[in-house]
């Protein structure tokens, strides 16, 4: 029998990481390196992910930085081929490239306010290009090798919003106009439950495990007044710390959840338990 221990080393193993660049990505990022694989850092933004990949690569952990558009089927196939000529094979794709209206400030329709009714369809369409196609095309492009290989992991990143309704509430602010969560956010990550599952079971018998991590808020920044209406909600009555979504990331990537898949893990410090 296997030690518990050994079940989370992930030596010799090779994972890529999208959206590595940012602030949970380059958390993952270190965290599976810190296990032993060899870690992709793939980004839209090439010189960010080479960044973290020299990070890496100065504490002697093995790591490359590559640029990607996860919209671009070419270019998703392209992340792929430069995993294998690097590192001669892919066994984990963390998917965690996403728009996120507060942190892409400058992206299309995200200065407005958000609000449903005269939602820009073009800010729409390019959150689903990045969201949920961005997210089918880089499976699409990883599943390849892992099935030459006989095995592999896939984990896709949704969030709370994915689960429930956003609570417009905490966007609010007294004496300015009303500002929303995004109706794109909701409906991104709920179909990445959806694209999990299905990916799940059609490769039931093939020894490929797909499985989501849901995160709760975690902080970056906010300000006070929104960080004290989030905490107020939230069990443990607090926001995350942007570590504290690498256990749960290291599990589902590791052996140590080998009887896991088509299953959604969530690290929300109870928001969803209410």
């Known amino acids: 029998m296997t030690s518990i221990l050994k079940k989370f080393d992930l030596s010799g193993r090779v994972a890529v990481v999208t959206g590595g660049a940012g602030l949970l990505g380059a958390e993952f990022c270190r965290t599976l390196a810190e296990v032993g694989a060899a870690v992709v850092v793939a980004d839209v933004n090439q010189p960010a992910a080479s960044r973290v990949a020299q990070q890496l690569q100065e504490s002697g952990f093995r790591a490359t ?15 792929v ?11 984990i794709l963390v998917n965690s490239a996403a728009m996120d209206p507060k942190f892409d400030t400058n992206s299309i329709g995200t200065g407005a306010s958000g609000a449903f009714e005269d939602y820009p ?23 390849r090798p892992m099935l030459s290989q006989g095995d592999g992991v896939i984990i896709n990143l949704c969030s709370i919003y994915g689960l429930a309704g956003p609570d417009q509430r905490l966007y609010e602010r007294e004496g300015q106009p009303p500002r929303y969560k995004p109706v794109y956010y909701s409906v991104t990550k709920a179909g ?31 300000d006070e007044e929104f960080l004290k209406a989030y905490s107020a909600r939230s069990v ?9 979504m690498n256990g749960a990331l290291l599990f ?23």
Not at 81 to 91: E, I, K, P, W
Not at 192 to 206: F, Q, R, W
Not at 236 to 244: F, S, T, V
């Open 192 to 222: 990445v439950l959806g694209l999990t599952n299905y990916l799940a079971t059609y490769y039931a018998g093939k020894n490929i495990r797909v499985n989501a991590l849901t995160p709760g808020g975690v902080f970056n920044g906010h």
């Open 252 to 274: 589902l990537a590791s052996d140590a959840s080998a009887y896991m898949t088509g299953a959604n893990l969530v690290v929300d410090g109870g928001w969803t338990a209410w």
């Open 65 to 79: 930085g590559i640029g990607v558009d996860v919209t671009r089927p070419e270019s998703t196939q392209g992340m």
């Open 81 to 91: 081929g430069q995993t294998l000529n690097a590192f001669g094979r892919l066994d």
């Open 236 to 244: 443990l009555g607090r926001m995350a710390e942007k570590d504290e």
């Open 121 to 143: 369809l073009e800010a729409w369409k390019q959150a689903l290009d990045v969201n949920l196609t961005g997210m089918f095309l880089a499976c699409q492009a990883a599943v």
